[in-house]
Nanobody, 115 residues
Framework: VQLQACGGGLVQAGGSLRLSCEASGSIAGIHTMAWYRQAPGKQRELVAQIMNGRGTHYKDSVKDRFTISRDNAKNTVSLYLQMNSLKPEDTAVYYC????????WGQGTLVTVSS
């Protein structure tokens, strides 16, 4: 399974970004997909996750600002994170994650929110 994330960048506080992640390869049976982030000097943390049945879970600090979604196609699965009302504390490297039997991680995309 390969995960390719993109969409990060520099944005001012209050702005929006949309992250995308495409999963390819042996994707049959992907259950949970998620976005994690890791800020400098901090541990990686769960931002949002979406289960195959479309149930979602969000970190409290991003509720009502971020929306996770996924699109299951025949040969790929796409994961998205719409981020609105961004704050400087959202600055981090964002990683997409997929769980099949093992855990798979994308390469990370940097989001920088300036004040």
């Amino acid at each position: 399974v390969q995960l390719q994330a993109c969409g990060g960048g520099l944005v001012q506080a209050g702005g929006s970004l949309r992250l995308s992640c495409e999963a390819s390869g042996s994707i049959a049976g992907i259950h949970t997909m998620a976005w994690y982030r890791q800020a400098p000097g901090k541990q990686r943390e769960l931002v949002a996750q979406i289960m195959n049945g479309r149930g979602t879970h969000y970190k409290d600090s991003v509720k009502d600002r971020f929306t996770i979604s996924r699109d299951n196609a025949k040969n790929t699965v796409s994961l998205y994170l719409q981020m609105n009302s961004l704050k400087p504390e959202d600055t981090a490297v964002y990683y997409c994650y997929a769980q099949i039997v093992l855990n798979y991680w994308g390469q990370g995309t940097l989001v920088t929110v300036s004040s």
